[in-house]
């Protein structure tokens, strides 16, 4: 139990180009997900917490025009990095918690986003 | 602000050896705390977690320790298999009722066959 999925898990693309990645838990309703960087070697960054039907909060430093997130449903979640810059190139994850048990995150196979 | 260190960056065990990951917090309001394992190139993996109002959990050749005087979490890997190799993260959250976690840095584990 507990799956949750990301799509797609790499992505290259071009410097001004916007990518969206989708967060989905599998089995499970997740009231909360999370939005994850991450960059080589270096442990997990918070960027933001996402409710199902409300905005998103984000992370102090982090651009919500420029990082923007939907959650439509109790099972998605998408994640727009807009005009990518290489500097964006990063591993992105998602996870998600559900109702009652929100203190536990499980946490999606990641997006690796590369920007030329 | 927030501090979640760990005490060894890097550890190397032998096969069928014990291995003991440390982890050091500074907030005294976390009460609830969750090892992770992280393969390279995948999200991180939930292990086993342990609220404030205990000391020790065991689960299947892991247990965790925490230590709330010092402010110290600990995870004891069981006859360490090479599928062990990862790197490894606590985490914890800010407060009672608060959902985000923050997490330390990472502790690399590497088996020796």
Redesign the interface.
């Given at each position: 139990g507990a799956v949750v999925s990301q799509h797609p898990s790499w992505v290259i693309c071009k410097s001004g180009t916007s990518v969206k990645i989708e967060c989905r838990s599998l089995d499970f309703q997740a009231t909360t997900m999370f939005w994850y960087r991450q960059f080589p070697k270096q442990s997990l960054m918070l960027m933001a917490t996402s409710n199902e039907g409300s905005k998103a909060t984000y992370e102090q430093g982090v651009e919500k025009d420029k990082f923007l997130i939907n959650h439509a449903s109790l099972t998605l979640s998408t994640l727009t990095v807009t005009s990518a810059h290489p500097e964006d190139s990063s591993f992105y994850i998602c996870s998600a918690s559900s109702s009652g048990s929100e203190e536990t995150q499980y946490f999606g196979p990641g997006t690796r986003l590369l920007v030329l | 602000g927030e501090s979640v260190g760990l005490h060894l960056p890097t550890l190397s065990v032998q096969e069928g050896d014990n291995s003991i990951i440390n982890c050091a917090y500074s907030n005294s309001a976390s009460d609830?705390f969750?090892w992770?394992k992280q393969e390279s190139?995948?999200?991180?993996?939930?292990i086993i977690?342990i609220r404030s109002n205990m000391d020790k959990r065991q689960g299947q050749r892991v247990t965790v320790l925490l230590n709330k005087t010092v402010k110290h979490l600990s995870l004891q890997i069981a006859a360490t298999q090479p599928g062990d190799s990862a790197v490894y993260?606590c985490a914890l959250?800010s407060g009672a009722g608060s959902?985000?976690?923050?997490?330390?840095?990472?502790t690399k584990l590497s088996v020796i066959p």
């Open positions: - | 609830y969750i992770y190139g995948k999200g991180p993996q939930f977690d993260f959250n959902y985000q976690l923050t997490f330390g840095k990472g």
